[in-house]
């Protein structure tokens, strides 16, 4: 039985594949996705994939470098305005970061009780659960209890 596809029809999916996504490539190919992926994984095909990567990197700095001049003489001249000034330069400056594989973001998160001692705690816990135990939403009484003081952190 010969083979469905030949070499040439897939050195031209993967390279599809590689330029844009595998899906992309099984639309216009009409090959499965499956197929597709099945050649982007055969290591007879890693040389196809790596020349081909490297060279849309190549050719992303190219135009990263190309886009840069524009921008900077853009920035520098009076052809962008305000908002749009920082926000140009927050898109180059991110796009930057992320073509060097740095950070384009930081999520950092804070205990509500990182500052509190064990007993700043518990009296945290004792007033949340005595604010539990009383009717919601009718101001009556002083779940803290008298004299019960958070410090400010």
Do not use: C
């Not at 490539?25 to 790596?50: E, H, L």
């Not at 908002?83 to 804070?110: C, N």
């Not at 700043?120 to 009717?135: I, P, V």
């Amino acid at each position: 039985m010969a083979p469905r596809h030949n070499g040439r029809e897939k050195v031209t999916t993967i390279i599809a594949a590689a330029m844009t996504s595998q899906r992309a490539a099984s639309r216009v190919t009409g090959i499965p996705q499956r197929t597709i992926s099945d050649w982007m994984n055969d290591p007879k095909f890693a040389q196809i994939r790596s020349t081909v990567q490297e060279s849309f990197v190549e050719e992303g700095r190219l135009l990263v470098a190309l886009g840069a001049q524009e921008l900077a003489q853009a920035l520098t001249t009076e052809e962008m305005k305000g908002r749009d000034r920082a926000y140009a330069a927050g898109v180059a400056i991110e796009k930057g970061l992320l073509l060097a594989g740095k950070p384009t973001s930081h999520v950092a998160h804070e205990t509500l009780t990182a500052g509190f001692d064990d007993h700043e705690r518990a009296l945290l816990r004792d007033w949340l659960e005595r604010l539990l135990a009383t009717d919601a939403g009718d101001g009556a009484g002083d779940p803290a209890g008298a004299g019960a003081v958070l410090r400010q952190p």
